[in-house]
């Protein structure tokens, strides 16, 4: 059933991206209307963030969250099959220089960024850069197994090296001892686990 559901997609991300926000909505209707997809998580959250917001402004911003969270999966889905070209057209950024002087010394550099726009593609900023950098990203396993693979697999493409969230320190000392210098790629916008406050 996973392959038949990743064939599909690969198929279908064939299509232009302006033909596939509208998909995105319907999906994002399903999501938040029928199979209510952590609504309650979120509701929570927003009123936690903004205690300022009336209940129709919070249901309002329920409604982007949702169009938002399933915009960036299709997104991810299509890098598929972007092209180096066009993902250095969809990543700029200014800076660059301070990463190739602090490399140049042997220096491990992380990038810090947040859950805005389609994070997702920044597994591809190594494509954006001159030089055969290697690109550390962090990552943390979705609880889906199948849906963890097919995000592992458009990472993957992107000929980026992933490592899970809980093996940085490890991963962090072996590149160290190794000599093997790069950039480590986060997102850092998440509160620490309570359950385990040493990871």
């Known amino acids: 059933m996973f392959w038949i559901l990743y064939a599909f997609l690969w198929l279908l991300m064939w299509l232009p991206l ?40 919070i249901r309002r911003m329920e409604w982007k ?6 915009d960036v999966m299709i997104e991810s889905m299509y890098s598929i099959h972007m092209s180096k070209s066009e993902i250095k057209k969809r990543l700029t950024y200014s800076g660059k220089e301070v990463l190739d002087e602090a490399l140049a010394k042997k220096q491990a550099c992380f990038i810090m960024t947040a859950h805005y726009g ?4 920044l597994t591809g900023a190594k494509l954006s850069f001159e030089k055969d950098y290697n690109y550390f990203t962090i990552y943390r396993a979705l609880s889906n197994k199948h849906f963890d693979k097919i995000m592992m697999d458009v990472r993957q493409r992107r000929h980026n090296i992933n490592i899970e969230m809980h093996n940085l320190m490890r991963q962090l000392e072996k590149n160290h001892q190794a000599g093997v210098t790069g950039f ?7 509160k620490p686990s309570r359950k385990n406050p040493s990871r």
């Open 184 to 190: 480590y790629g986060m997102i850092a916008d998440q």
């Open 65 to 70: 969250v949702y169009r938002n969270f399933v």
């Open 118 to 121: 389609n994070y997702e593609w």
């Open 18 to 57: 302006p033909l596939l926000y509208p998909l995105s909505d319907l999906c994002a209707l399903l999501m938040y209307h029928v199979i209510r997809y952590r609504r309650k998580l979120v509701h929570k959250n927003l009123c936690n963030s903004f205690p300022d917001r009336t209940p129709k402004e």
